[in-house]
């Protein structure tokens, strides 16, 4: 890279929920954005709409070159599934030989000496990314705010969770996507071998119902479930077509949320405000945006 040209930015899972918000990020900044996909049709209209769309399948090393040709910095983050730590190791390696200055990590919010299963693997990735030599900068978020739209949906006007009383700390999506493009913006001058930790607010699912019902102007009550009703959540999952090695890690995660292995998910630990200079979004806020969705979900009695 000379000093006119723009850092040239490759971002895998462009067309996710983090990686969408990224692009969009970056879309007006002083880089050169370089979009991932594992579908050609995506980007053949990538390219149609003057971008710079690249063939990119985490499961065929062999497209990992061309797309890397010229990249200065990178954002990685691994679909759910054990498949993550050959596809980043090998996608680190190709980095690697194609020169590549800066990875932005996406990893878990967890204690070092973690033994959950799934928490373990993103910690294997981050330290062969640091081995690689490759400048690197990790994200730590906690839970995403989005499984209040998603998997945890208020429904039948009840709100579920599986840990109990205990509490968990969340972050929005789109607050780890602005952090993210930030550090890409910036690269590896600024946050070269930073750990960011990204948990805003911790609530547990009485508290959750308590804000959901504000929100909404419903009832929303909470039910615990429990170990064995997430076993069935996950059950369900599998069955679904979730990978079955990753999502039945999940369940040592509740076990250890419920004998307290796992407390620290309960900190607030947030370094947003460092990074961008303002606050993080509130549990709160990101349920009055989408107050239309919990009130439609959570009138279904399915």
């Known amino acids: 890279m000379t000093m006119h040209q723009k850092p040239v930015v490759l971002i895998l899972g462009a067309t996710g929920t983090i990686g969408s918000h990224i692009v969009k990020e970056l879309d007006d900044k002083e880089v050169h954005l370089r979009i991932a996909s594992r579908k050609q049709d995506t980007v053949d209209q990538l390219r149609r709409d003057g971008k710079d769309g690249v063939y990119l399948d985490l499961d065929k090393p062999e497209t990992f070159a061309l797309a890397l040709a010229g990249v200065d910095r990178v954002f990685l983050l691994t679909g759910y599934s054990v498949a993550m730590l050959t596809q980043s190791k090998t996608l ?6 194609a020169g590549v200055s800066h990875i932005v990590h996406v990893g878990v919010f967890a204690e070092w000496d973690t033994t959950d299963a799934h928490f373990v693997w993103h910690q294997m990735i981050e330290k062969y990314i640091e081995a690689s030599g490759i400048a690197w ?15 945890y949906i208020p429904k039948n ?7 109990g009383d205990r509490r968990v700390g969340y972050i929005a999506p789109e607050d780890i996507a602005a952090v993210a493009a930030k550090v890409l913006f910036d690269g590896p001058a600024r946050h070269a071998g930073q750990h960011y930790w ?4 911790s609530l547990n699912g009485e508290e959750i119902a308590a804000l959901m019902s504000e929100v909404t102007g419903l009832e929303i009550r909470c039910e615990d479930k429990g170990l064995e009703g997430f076993r ?44 961008l200079g303002r606050p993080a979004k509130t549990v709160r806020e990101y349920l009055t945006e989408n107050k239309s969705a919990l009130i439609a979900s959570a009138k279904n009695l399915q």
């Open 157 to 163: 006007f009840t709100y579920t969770t599986y840990w």
């Open 232 to 275: 069935q959540l996950i059950d369900s999952l599998i069955s679904q077509g979730a990978d079955s090695w990753y999502a039945s890690a999940n369940i040592d995660f509740v076990t250890q949320m419920l004998d307290g292995r796992m407390s620290y998910m309960s900190m607030v630990q947030n370094d947003l405000p460092y990074i």
């Open 137 to 151: 900068t990790h994200l730590h978020p906690n839970m995403f705010m989005n499984v209040f739209t998603g998997l």
């Open 198 to 201: 990204l948990s805003v607010e």
């Open 92 to 97: 680190v390696d190709a980095a690697k030989k």
